[in-house]
C-alpha cells in the first residue's frame, strides 16, 4: 500500500491507571495527524482503562501512532470488525453503491431498492462515511 493513502483499523487498548490521566488521544491527534472515533470505553474502579477505537490516519502516521501507544505502555490488538445495515433507517438513496467496489451494496433494477449482501462485504468501511443517514454502521467484534 503506498504509505500516502488513507488507513483505518479498529483496535483495542488497555492501559494501566497512571497512563488514564495522560492525554494520550490529544497527542495522538496532535502529533500524528490522525482521527479516531471511539467504539466503546471503560474505566475500572482501580482506573485501570479498555478502549476500542477506530484509528485513521496515513499508514505511516498510523504505525508512528501505534509506536507512540507501546513506548508509553499501552497494549493493542486489532479487532475484527463487521459491517451492518439498519434497514429502517436506509432511505435507498444509492449513494453508497457507487463506491462499495464489491458490490455488496447495489441497486435491484425491478424494486429500485438498495440491498444489502453482506456475505460480499469486506468491511472497508467506505460506506459508513457516505452514508447520509449513517444507515451503515460499524461493529467491533472483540470481547469487551
Ligand atoms: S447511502 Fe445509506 S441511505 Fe443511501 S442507500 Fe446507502 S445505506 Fe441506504
Ligand atoms: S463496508 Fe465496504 S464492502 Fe462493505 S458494504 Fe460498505 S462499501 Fe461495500
Redesign the pocket.
Known amino acids: 500500500m503506498d504509505s500516502s493513502s488513507q488507513y483505518s483499523k479498529i483496535i483495542s487498548l488497555h492501559f494501566s491507571s497512571d497512563v488514564v490521566r495522560r492525554p494520550m488521544m490529544y497527542n495522538l491527534a496532535k502529533h500524528f495527524d490522525l482521527t479516531f472515533n471511539i467504539i466503546k470505553a471503560r474505566i475500572s474502579p482501580r482506573e485501570e482503562g479498555h478502549m476500542i477505537l477506530e484509528l485513521s490516519g496515513k499508514e505511516e502516521d498510523y504505525k508512528k501512532g501505534i509506536s507512540y501507544l507501546q513506548e508509553h505502555g499501552i497494549s493493542i490488538q486489532d479487532v475484527a470488525r463487521s459491517i451492518n445495515?439498519d434497514e429502517e433507517s436506509?432511505?435507498?438513496?444509492?449513494?453508497?453503491t457507487a463506491l462499495c467496489l464489491t458490490k455488496a451494496?447495489y441497486l435491484d433494477q425491478d424494486t429500485r431498492m438498495?440491498l444489502f449482501d453482506s456475505s460480499k462485504c469486506t468491511a472497508c468501511g467506505m460506506?459508513t462515511k457516505?452514508?447520509?443517514?449513517s444507515?451503515?454502521q460499524t461493529e467491533a467484534n472483540g470481547d469487551f
Open positions: 445495515r436506509c432511505t435507498h438513496c444509492g449513494m453508497c451494496l438498495v460506506c457516505i452514508c447520509p443517514v444507515a451503515m
